[in-house]
């Protein structure tokens, strides 16, 4: 049995749905951004998985763009996270707009 276009479509698919299902249940930030990496790499699996489909480097082009905004987001998200938790002690997303400045 080979690994089709669909197995990585329904894999990337479920891996999208639990994504957003921890962004919608969780509330400590450092969760909310492990589900929006989680959702980030769902679609990254969808793009590499048209690229093994069509044989296109343009995908591959894509797919590296996209791990790279991750990353930033990531870096941005977690320098967010630190200054939060000295402010506030707590990393609750529910404490985020207390925040002023």
Do not use: P, W
Not at 45 to 56: K, V
Not at 60 to 76: D, K, R
Not at 86 to 93: I, K, M, N, Q, V
Request: proline share 0%.
């Amino acid at each position: 049995m080979t690994i089709g276009l669909a197995h990585y479509l329904v894999l990337a698919a479920a891996l999208f749905i639990i994504g957003l299902i921890g962004l919608t249940i969780r509330k400590n930030i450092i969760v909310l951004f492990m589900c929006v990496e989680l959702m980030l790499n769902s679609a990254n699996l969808t793009i590499l998985a048209y690229a093994r489909q069509f044989n296109d480097s343009d995908f591959h082009a894509a797919a590296l763009f996209v791990m790279v905004i991750a990353a930033a987001e990531a870096a941005l998200g977690l320098a967010l996270v630190v200054a939060m938790f000295r402010y506030r002690g707590t990393a609750d997303s529910t404490k985020l707009t207390l925040l002023k400045g």
